[in-house]
């Protein structure tokens, strides 16, 4: 009886050990690899010093291509609109030295016209305590709508850029400024 009860409780751990998912871990916490920044939470911590994440959307955070450097990490709509799948991309630019936030603007505002994009909006705001300037502008030729919202901290620039048609733009936004409500500076 007694090898049939120690036989009974290998068996049952056994079957408990076998149903258990493989360890999820990196080899450095934090990393790309690890579960904290994993698509799964939508969450990005990022090596220039701010965190952002999904929140409560259903938006999913992916890799950026690998062929724009600048772009730290994105986030996608689940579904697409008119053949065109919404986003959000993080990108951060180095500075040479530091500049006001209102300099930094100025500095892009000139390209936008050159660019095809005409101005709907530009002021500066507070996005949870922090600093920031919002941009809205339109490109009338594809019909794209983008909204920018820029971080600045020591010499980094960390811009997110809420883009898709401009006949779902209004819907998308409301997305995007739930995920541009969690950046966070960390240090």
Same mark, same amino acid.
């Given at each position: 009886?007694?090898?049939r009860?120690?036989?009974?409780?290998?068996?049952?751990l056994?079957?408990v050990f076998?149903?258990?998912?493989?360890?999820?871990a990196?080899?450095?916490?934090?990393?790309?690899?690890?579960?904290?920044?994993?698509? &799964?939470?939508?969450?990005?911590?990022s090596?220039?010093?701010?965190?952002?994440?999904?929140?409560?959307?259903?938006?999913?955070?992916s890799?950026?291509?690998?062929?724009?450097?600048?772009?730290?990490?994105?986030?996608r709509?689940?579904?697409?609109?008119?053949?065109?799948?919404?986003?959000?991309?993080?990108?951060?630019?180095?500075?040479?030295?530091e500049t006001?936030?209102?300099?930094y603007?100025?500095?892009?505002?000139? &390209?936008?016209?050159r660019?095809?994009?005409?101005?709907?909006?530009?002021?500066?705001l507070?996005?949870?305590?922090?600093?920031?300037?919002?941009?809205?502008v339109?490109?009338?030729?594809?019909?794209?709508q983008?909204?920018q919202?820029?971080?600045?901290?020591?010499?980094?620039?960390?811009?997110?850029?809420?883009?898709?048609?401009?006949?779902?733009?209004?819907?998308?936004?409301?997305?995007?400024?739930?995920?541009?409500k969690?950046?966070?500076?960390?240090?």
């Amino acid at each position: 009886m007694k090898l049939r009860t120690s036989s009974l409780k290998f068996s049952l751990l056994f079957i408990v050990f076998s149903f258990l998912g493989t360890a999820q871990a990196a080899p450095i916490p934090g990393t790309s690899s690890s579960v904290l920044v994993g698509a &799964d939470l939508g969450k990005f911590i990022s090596e220039y010093g701010f965190t952002i994440h999904a929140g409560g959307t259903s938006w999913i955070q992916s890799q950026p291509p690998k062929d724009i450097a600048s772009l730290t990490t994105l986030y996608r709509s689940p579904t697409l609109n008119q053949g065109v799948q919404a986003s959000l991309t993080v990108r951060v630019d180095r500075l040479k030295e530091e500049t006001s936030l209102n300099r930094y603007v100025r500095q892009w505002m000139k &390209d936008y016209p050159r660019l095809g994009f005409e101005v709907l909006s530009s002021k500066p705001l507070r996005v949870n305590g922090q600093t920031a300037h919002l941009l809205d502008v339109i490109n009338k030729a594809s019909a794209k709508q983008l909204r920018q919202i820029v971080f600045i901290k020591n010499r980094t620039a960390v811009v997110l850029t809420c883009r898709d048609h401009r006949e779902t733009f209004d819907e998308t936004v409301k997305t995007c400024n739930e995920i541009i409500k969690n950046f966070h500076w960390r240090i």
